[in-house]
């Protein structure tokens, strides 16, 4: 899974079916630090997250597929959840209330 | 999925490769946050209504094939999964600043 930071939003009226409804968001991939580590890309969001929260995301077929109940389904990048704090080496990086720290 | 513009068509005849009836091909360059190119252009799987100079979202891989309509199983590696017609990033609409 990744730590990602949800920097946008996207409106498609014309998708394909599974899309149909499904809210859309733009991640950029972060390391606990913050710091972009790979390509931005739209994840079908499932928890009502918005711009500048920082989530979890799987980004692989089989799960997403498990996740939407969609055999087969073309998904692969889904945000299944907001993240409260990262610890790293005993200390706190990282905390939804103050943003990276240090 | 990636962000992506869609930057022109071909036409390839795949006789030899079964279920890609009426599935388009399509020339695209995969776009970052920021709009701009990111990576290299590729060509795309189309089935939607889209064409040159959409702003578009697409996905690789094995979901690629899972995208098309019916049969599925076919050897495409990226496919168009929607027309993005807002984009909206840091308060700006990426789609209609024309990135």
Redesign the interface.
């Given at each position: 899974m990744l730590i990602a930071q949800v920097v946008g939003t996207v409106v498609a009226p014309v998708q394909i079916p599974l899309l149909e409804g499904r809210s859309l968001l733009v991640v950029r991939p972060v390391d606990p630090h913050g710091k972009p580590t790979g390509k931005t890309r739209v994840a079908i969001d499932r928890i009502g997250a918005g711009e500048g929260d920082r989530v979890l995301v799987i980004d692989e077929g089989n799960s997403g597929r498990q996740l939407l109940d969609a055999p087969q389904g073309a998904v692969k990048t889904v945000i299944v959840g907001f993240i409260d704090a990262i610890e790293l080496g005993g200390r706190i990086v990282f905390d939804h209330r103050r943003g990276d720290i240090g | 999925?990636?962000?992506g513009r869609i930057t022109g068509r071909l036409v390839a005849t795949t006789r030899t490769t079964p279920g890609l009836e009426g599935v388009r091909f399509q020339w695209l360059q995969?776009l970052?946050?920021k709009g701009k190119p990111?990576?290299r252009q590729l060509v795309a799987a189309v089935t939607?209504?889209?064409g040159p100079g959409d702003l578009v979202?697409f996905?690789d891989?094995?979901?690629?094939a899972?995208?098309l309509p019916g049969e599925?199983f076919v050897p495409i590696d990226a496919?168009v999964?929607?027309?993005?017609?807002?984009?909206?990033?840091?308060g700006r609409d990426?789609a209609r600043d024309e990135c």
């Amino acid at each position: 899974m990744l730590i990602a930071q949800v920097v946008g939003t996207v409106v498609a009226p014309v998708q394909i079916p599974l899309l149909e409804g499904r809210s859309l968001l733009v991640v950029r991939p972060v390391d606990p630090h913050g710091k972009p580590t790979g390509k931005t890309r739209v994840a079908i969001d499932r928890i009502g997250a918005g711009e500048g929260d920082r989530v979890l995301v799987i980004d692989e077929g089989n799960s997403g597929r498990q996740l939407l109940d969609a055999p087969q389904g073309a998904v692969k990048t889904v945000i299944v959840g907001f993240i409260d704090a990262i610890e790293l080496g005993g200390r706190i990086v990282f905390d939804h209330r103050r943003g990276d720290i240090g | 999925m990636y962000l992506g513009r869609i930057t022109g068509r071909l036409v390839a005849t795949t006789r030899t490769t079964p279920g890609l009836e009426g599935v388009r091909f399509q020339w695209l360059q995969p776009l970052d946050e920021k709009g701009k190119p990111m990576g290299r252009q590729l060509v795309a799987a189309v089935t939607l209504d889209v064409g040159p100079g959409d702003l578009v979202h697409f996905i690789d891989g094995r979901e690629a094939a899972l995208a098309l309509p019916g049969e599925t199983f076919v050897p495409i590696d990226a496919t168009v999964t929607g027309y993005v017609e807002q984009l909206a990033i840091g308060g700006r609409d990426l789609a209609r600043d024309e990135c």
